[in-house]
T-cell receptor, first 115, second 114 residues
Framework: KQEVTQIPAALSVPEGENLVLNCSFTDSAIYNLQWFRQDPGKGLTSLLLIQSSQREQTSGRLNASLDKSSGRSTLYIAASQPGDSATYLCAVINAGSSNTGKLIFGQGTTLQVKP | GAVVSQHPSWVICKSGTSVKIECRSLDFQATTMFWYRQFPKQSLMLMATSNEGSKATYEQGVEKDKFLINHASLTLSTLTVTSAHPEDSSFYIC??????????FGDGTRLSIL
């Protein structure tokens, strides 16, 4: 059974710092991996999606990497800003679930960027 | 593009009443819609997956008679919490997707049962 784990559960950094959020998954047979952002009381916003054949994706100050064989992904945030404060969720779709698109989520990392 | 609207965003009602939450895909036809429940400071828990025109598939431990899901069209799915009780209070989120496309999420509904 696929399990997704995110470390740390919470993180507080000063503004301007570069930071890394970690995500690990137990079954390497995935279809894709996605990073989401969730603001308090809101739904999810997709940040980056990495297909199983890809190693990384970039969008602005965000870079996500995927090492499928070791079951790990990282989300790198450069030059963090107070507006980056949110909960970041990692989710995978198993290879056998590509038709249903069923996401399996980690517990999330709550980030606070202090001005 | 790919906007999902969820309504209402917040509802308070008395114990024993039924509450309906709507999820609409505004600019695309959603072949599949998902309903999630989220407790404070926890991740999303998938409740059920619904495909247009067919019965929803519920995850283990989710009471199908308690949480009624209807997906009558390619742009609308509803979740009805029947005879709601305080323990049903939670944050409910829907998502929608086209075939082989990523899920797009609504903004969630905060349900409070008094």
């Amino acid at each position: 059974k696929q399990e997704v784990t995110q470390i740390p559960a919470a993180l507080s950094v000063p503004e301007g710092e570069n930071l890394v959020l970690n995500c690990s998954f137990t079954d390497s047979a995935i279809y894709n991996l996605q990073w989401f952002r969730q603001d308090p009381g809101k739904g999810l916003t997709s940040l980056l999606l990495i297909q199983s054949s890809q190693r990384e994706q970039t969008s602005g100050r965000l870079n996500a990497s995927l090492d499928k064989s070791s079951g790990r992904s990282t989300l790198y945030i450069a030059a963090s800003q107070p507006g980056d404060s949110a909960t970041y969720l990692c989710a995978v779709i198993n290879a056998g679930s590509s038709n249903t698109g069923k996401l399996i989520f980690g517990q999330g990392t709550t980030l606070q960027v202090k001005p | 593009g790919a906007v999902v609207s969820q309504h209402p965003s917040w509802v308070i009602c008395k114990s024993g009443t039924s509450v309906k939450i709507e999820c609409r895909s505004l600019d695309f036809q959603a072949t599949t819609m998902f309903w999630y429940r989220q407790f404070p400071k926890q991740s999303l828990m998938l409740m059920a997956t619904s495909n247009e025109g067919s019965k929803a598939t519920y995850e283990q431990g989710v009471e199908k008679d308690k949480f009624l899901i209807n997906h009558a069209s390619l742009t609308l799915s509803t979740l009805t919490v029947t005879s709601a009780h305080p323990e049903d209070s939670s944050f409910y989120i829907c998502s929608a997707r086209r075939v082989n496309q990523p899920q797009h999420f609504g903004d969630g509904t905060r349900l409070s049962i008094l």
